[in-house]
């Protein structure tokens, strides 16, 4: 059973950025899905950014620019580099994974990390 751990989040002022982080423990695919999400009070889960096993890279238009999905293989660890961040991206983030390539259904999630953008 794969796990996957958040961390980074935070509170920063608008501008500001912040690194998020994702452990992946207990399992590894050949080839894989990954992907941050966010989900803000009262609003419906959103898709942020994807990458897959072979580094194709994918943004929600709301992100493209400022944030950088990446992943460091060697520590099973995916990554969201925020920059120039808006109070509108205040969410619970979570990451997520899924066997087989981008799109597709996320079957593993983490437990969330919430940023806090402030005006």
């Known amino acids: 059973q794969l796990q996957l751990v958040e961390s980074g989040g935070g509170s920063v002022q608008a501008g500001g950025s912040l690194r998020l982080s994702c452990a992946g423990y207990g399992y590894t695919f050949i080839t894989y899905c990954m992907g941050w999400f966010r989900q803000a009070p009262g609003k419906e889960r959103e898709g942020v950014a994807t990458?897959?096993?072979?580094?194709?890279?994918g943004y929600a238009d709301s992100v493209k620019g400022r944030f950088i999905i990446s992943q460091d293989n060697a520590k099973n660890t995916l990554y969201l580099k925020m920059n120039s961040l808006k109070p509108e991206d205040t969410a619970m983030y979570y990451c997520a994974a899924r066997a087989g390539y981008c799109p597709g259904d996320f079957r593993y999630w983490g437990q969330g990390t919430q940023v806090t953008v402030s005006s």
């Open positions: 990458i897959d096993s072979i580094g194709r890279t």
